[in-house]
């Protein structure tokens, strides 16, 4: 699974921790991560995770007729369904079949 993340653009590095059920993914300082991609890449690795989960920082924004989460420092956003946020959050990752981020809580400890 770490080497599809690697080959994302804007991925400089992949942590993966099965046991956990975490992967860590840190971009390049340079480039925006192809974070839209990451559902993709861990269905081709084998794995057909029921939920995904993403914790970002960041804040929403108004536009198109909704809410949108943009990712701090990057020009990078996706739809958001829930309460405006800024900063830190932790959020399930939609498939609808664009990314859509909605606010929630890890079922298991972190």
Known sequence: MADGLLRLDGV???QVD???NRC???????RVPDLAG???AVDQAGFLPE???????GRTTARAGGL???????????????????????????R????VLVPD??????
């Open 12 to 14: 400089a590095d992949v």
């Open 18 to 20: 099965l046991q956990a």
């Open 24 to 30: 860590t993914i840190t971009p390049a300082t340079d």
């Open 38 to 40: 990451v559902p993709i």
């Open 51 to 57: 939920r995904m989960w993403i914790e970002a920082r």
């Open 68 to 94: 949108w989460f943009e990712l701090a420092g990057a020009e990078l956003a996706w739809r958001w369904e829930g309460p405006a946020a800024d900063g830190l959050v932790l959020a399930r990752v939609e």
């Open 96 to 99: 609808r079949p664009e990314v």
């Open 105 to 110: 809580a890890l079922p298991f400890a972190r």
